[in-house]
């Protein structure tokens, strides 16, 4: 089991920065690869960015690719999500996911795939 909190959240202009983190409870979190989501209302929840246990692979969606890195320290327990070039459609609740992972080096890019969430953090970027 693992308990995801998610941080960072908040009001910013387009074009600003925010950086999202997701601390993992456990003493595994390096036997889990990591996913960031996100869902505006009225939407399904996307997938935005992913990364392996190792965080050697990283995986992006096209709508973020370039503007949005995902990382991990392992040895803090957590993952990131620096999202810079910030638009108004980047507006949503984003959620971190986690699921155990045999492989060192997949990524997961769909909901169902994953088996533990975090409660969400709101993310508001005003034109």
């Known amino acids: 089991q693992v308990q995801l909190v998610e941080s960072g959240g908040g009001l910013v202009q387009a074009g600003g920065s925010l950086r999202l983190s997701c601390a993992a409870s456990?003493?595994?979190?390096?036997?889990?690869?990591m996913g960031w989501f996100r869902q505006a209302p009225g939407n399904e929840r996307e997938f935005v960015a992913a990364?392996?246990?190792?965080?050697?692979?990283?995986y992006y969606a096209d709508s973020v690719t370039g503007r949005f890195t995902i990382s991990r320290d392992n040895a803090k327990n957590t993952v990131y999500l620096q999202k810079d070039s910030l638009k108004p459609e980047d507006t949503a609740v984003y959620y971190c996911?986690?699921?155990?992972?045999?492989?060192?080096?997949?990524?997961?890019?769909?909901?169902?795939?994953?088996?533990?969430w975090g409660q969400g953090t709101q993310v508001t970027v005003s034109s």
């Open positions: 456990g003493r595994t979190f390096s036997s889990y690869a």
């Open positions: 996911a986690a699921r155990a992972s045999a492989s060192l080096y997949y990524t997961y890019t769909t909901p169902y795939e994953y088996d533990y």
């Open positions: 990364i392996s246990r190792t965080g050697g692979k990283t």
